[in-house]
C-alpha cells in the first residue's frame, strides 16, 4: 500500500452525507468504502499469457499501425476505382496476383487488375477490391458487372485497426481474452501489471465445523469458506484462506494479526451482529479503527469496517455478517468493486437486465433487497424473472438456483407480477 496519510474513519464519515451508521443506505457504505480502500502500488511485468485476468498498471500505446499497411479485406481482384465504368459492364486485364505476405510488387496501368488474397498488400494506387464471386473470367480479364462495387469498397486502411499514437488499452483494464490478442497485435511480449492483491479470510463461531470433521450437535459445517474462496477467486486476488478461527479471544487476536501482516485486505465472516455474545467486535475494535455498520439493506445489515493494524502495517478490515447468502450479497454489493479499485480496477457499473416480475414481490421502502431470481427469456420478448423460492439469508440453495440477483432498490415498495424489476446477472461471456 503506498505511504499516503490515510484519512480517518471520522474524516470519511464527514464527507458522507447523511452518514448514519446505524441505518446506512447501500449506495453511502458504497461511497464510504470507495473513499476508505488504497490501491496496491508495486508493478510488475509479465508475459502475456500470464497477464490474462489481470489489471494493466500504465497506457499502452500503439508505436505501430495495425494493420502496416493497406490490404485486401476480400478474395478477389484488385482495381482502380477510376476505372469503373459509370453505367454498364468493366472489362479489365489481370496483370498479376498478391497473396498475404507476399504481395504484388509490379505496377498496374489503368484498365488492368490484379488478383489479389485476403491480407494481401494493396498494390500501390489501387484502392478498391471486387470480390471474386462477383466477377465473371474470361481468359486473361475480368468482367466487372455495373454497380458491383464502388470505389474504396473492400479494402482495409493502414493504422484502421490502431493507430500509431493511439491509446490501445488503458491502466486499470482488467486484460481478457480480445486484449492479449490486441496486444500481440502490437508485438508486446510483456506488460506492465499491478501486483496481485492479497486478501486473507477466515470464519469466526464456535459452532463451524471444517469438512472433514464430524458434525457435533448444533454445529454446521463452514460453507462460508468455500463461497467466499470462490468469489475471491474469480476476481484474481490472491487468496490467503486462514479457516475456522475459534471463538476465543486469543486465537482470534492471533488471527487478525497474523491476516493483517500478510494481507492488504482481512475479510471474515461472523460475529458482527448486533447483541452477538462473541469476542469477535471486541477483538476487530481492539486491534484496529473499526466502525460496525447496520445497513439498510437485506440480506446482510450488520458489517464492520475500517482497518486492522499490526506490526506497522495496516490491512483493511470487511467484517461480513455470518448467514451464508448475507455473506455472498455483501460481498457483491459492498466488497466487490472496493476489491477491484485496490487493485488498481476501478470497477465499471455492471450491466442490468431489466425483466418482467413472475409474481408479486413484497417489499418495504428504507432498503435495497438482493432477492434471488431465475431470469429466463419471456414469451412476448424481453426478460422475465422469478424468485428462487424461500429467501431466507441461510438458505443457500436459492442463491445457487439463481442466475442473478433482483435488485430492489432503496425507496421501491411491493412489485406486483408483471411489474419491470432490475437484475445483476451472475454469468458473463467474457
Ligand atoms: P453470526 O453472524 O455469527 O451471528 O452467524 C449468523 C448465522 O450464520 C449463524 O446461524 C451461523 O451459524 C451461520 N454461520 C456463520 N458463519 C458461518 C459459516 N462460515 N458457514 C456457515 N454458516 C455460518
Ligand atoms: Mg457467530
Known amino acids: 500500500m503506498n505511504d499516503k496519510p490515510a484519512p480517518s474513519l471520522e474524516e470519511i464519515s464527514s464527507c458522507v452525507s447523511g452518514y448514519d451508521p446505524n441505518a ?18 508495486g508493478v510488475e511485468m509479465l508475459a502475456l499469457r500470464s497477464a490474462m485476468g489481470r489489471v494493466l498498471a500504465r497506457d499502452i500505446v500503439s508505436d505501430i499501425d495495425v494493420p502496416a499497411h493497406d490490404n485486401s479485406a476480400m478474395d478477389g481482384y484488385a482495381l482502380y476505382g477510376s476505372d469503373l465504368a459509370a453505367g454498364g459492364d468493366t472489362v479489365l486485364q ?27 498488400t494493396m498494390p500501390d494506387g489501387l484502392d478498391t477490391v471486387i470480390p471474386q464471386e462477383f466477377v465473371r473470367q474470361d481468359g486473361d480479364r475480368v468482367v466487372v458487372p455495373a454497380g458491383a462495387v464502388k470505389t474504396g469498397e473492400n479494402r482495409r486502411l493502414a493504422g484502421e485497426d490502431l493507430a500509431r499514437g493511439d491509446v490501445a488499452l488503458s491502466a486499470g483494464r482488467v486484460l481478457r481474452p480480445a486484449d492479449l490478442g490486441m496486444l500481440a497485435s502490437l508485438g508486446r511480449a510483456e506488460v ?13 463461531g464456535n459452532e463451524l465445523r471444517s469438512i472433514g470433521e464430524p458434525l457435533d450437535p448444533g454445529c454446521v459445517y463452514d460453507s462460508n469458506r468455500y463461497t467466499l474462496w470462490g468469489m475471491l ?28 501482516a500478510q494481507a492488504d485486505v482481512v475479510i471474515t465472516s461472523g460475529g458482527v451482529s448486533v447483541g452477538e455474545a462473541d469476542y469477535t467486535k471486541a477483538i476487530m475494535a481492539k486491534l484496529g479503527d473499526v466502525l460496525f455498520w447496520r445497513i439498510a439493506m437485506r440480506p446482510g445489515r450488520p458489517m464492520a469496517i475500517g482497518r486492522i493494524a499490526t506490526g506497522g502495517r495496516s490491512a483493511i478490515l470487511f467484517g461480513l455478517p455470518g448467514n451464508p447468502v448475507a455473506v455472498m450479497v455483501t460481498f457483491y454489493a459492498l466488497v466487490r468493486d472496493a476489491l477491484l479499485a485496490m ?8 450491466p442490468m437486465l431489466r425483466a418482467a416480475s413472475a409474481g408479486a414481490i413484497r417489499k418495504k421502502p428504507g432498503r435495497t433487497e438482493y432477492q434471488r431470481g431465475i431470469v429466463t427469456p419471456a414469451a412476448g420478448g424481453g426478460w422475465e424473472v ?3 423460492g424461500s429467501q431466507g439469508s441461510g438458505i443457500l440453495r436459492s442463491m445457487s438456483q439463481a442466475n442473478g440477483l433482483v435488485v430492489l432498490g432503496h425507496e421501491q415498495g411491493n412489485v406486483a407480477a408483471g411489474d419491470p424489476v432490475d437484475v445483476l446477472p451472475f454469468d458473463g461471456l467474457i
Do not use: H, K
Not at 24 to 41: G, M, S, T
Not at 194 to 204: E, K
Open 24 to 41: 446506512l443506505p447501500v449506495e453511502q457504505a458504497r461511497e464510504f468504502i470507495a473513499r476508505l480502500v488504497p490501491r496496491v502500488e
Open 94 to 120: 489481370v496483370v498479376g496476383s498478391g497473396l498475404a505476405g507476399n504481395g504484388y510488387a509490379g505496377s498496374v496501368a489503368p484498365g488492368q487488375c490484379v488478383r489479389i488474397m485476403t491480407g494481401a
Open 192 to 204: 506492465p501489471v499491478w501486483r496481485r492483491l492479497r486478501v486473507a479470510f477466515f470464519s469466526t
Open 233 to 260: 477467486q474469480r476476481l484474481g486476488v490472491e487468496v490467503l484462506d486462514m479457516g475456522v478461527v475459534r471463538d476465543d479471544p486469543r486465537a482470534l487476536e492471533s488471527a487478525f494479526r497474523d491476516a493483517a
Open 343 to 350: 487493485a488498481g480496477a476501478p470497477a465499471q457499473p455492471l
Open 386 to 388: 422469478r424468485i428462487t
